[in-house]
């Protein structure tokens, strides 16, 4: 648990980072705007790119939290093994969707556009660069499905309470 704790922290600071340095940027864009008069060229741009990043990336991290989007309708109706064994499952699809559509399809995405040497418009950037996310994202929500699959603890049975939804 203690990598665990270490990659929660770094993707942490990160994002707060990269959300603190957003908040900047359009900041600047707005200043630039409407009281320089003369809007900058590359601050709409940067703020898409940052908003790429903080979504994967924020995405990677609720997911190791267990905070991400769900329909909890059938979870909440299971106790016991019944429980255990569906969100098996769930962290075994969701390590696969990542593995094949994040790590590997983005692994092409960003190789493809390395490739053709594609750059953004207004701060040149190698767009492959911003694609680099993708893969990454995907291989933290499968770092995080295996953790929760196979190392955080299922949550203690409360004995005689089957058949009333607790546990």
Not at 28 to 53: G, H, K, M, Y
Not at 98 to 120: C, E, H, P, R
Not at 128 to 149: E, F, K, R, T
């Amino acid at each position: 648990m203690k990598v665990k704790n270490l990659v929660d922290g770094v993707l942490y600071k990160l994002l707060v980072f990269l959300m603190g340095f957003m908040v900047l940027n359009v900041l600047w864009q707005v200043a630039s705007r409407f009281i320089l008069r003369s809007p900058s060229s590359f601050t709409d741009e940067l703020a898409r790119f940052l908003l790429i990043w903080i979504g994967l990336l924020g995405a990677s991290y609720v997911s190791g939290q267990k905070m991400h989007l769900a329909i909890d309708i059938l979870p909440s109706k299971l106790t016991g093994k019944k429980e255990r064994n569906l969100n098996a499952v769930i962290n075994i699809l969701v390590a696969l969707f990542a593995l094949f559509a994040m790590v590997w399809g983005g692994a092409k995405l960003v190789y493809i556009t390395f490739i053709l040497d594609q750059n953004s418009a207004a701060l040149n950037v190698p767009l492959a660069y911003v694609y680099m996310v993708v893969p990454l994202s995907g291989l933290l929500i499968v770092y995080y499905s295996l953790i929760n699959l196979f190392i955080t603890p299922p949550a203690p049975e409360v004995q005689g309470t089957e058949g009333i939804g607790l546990s």
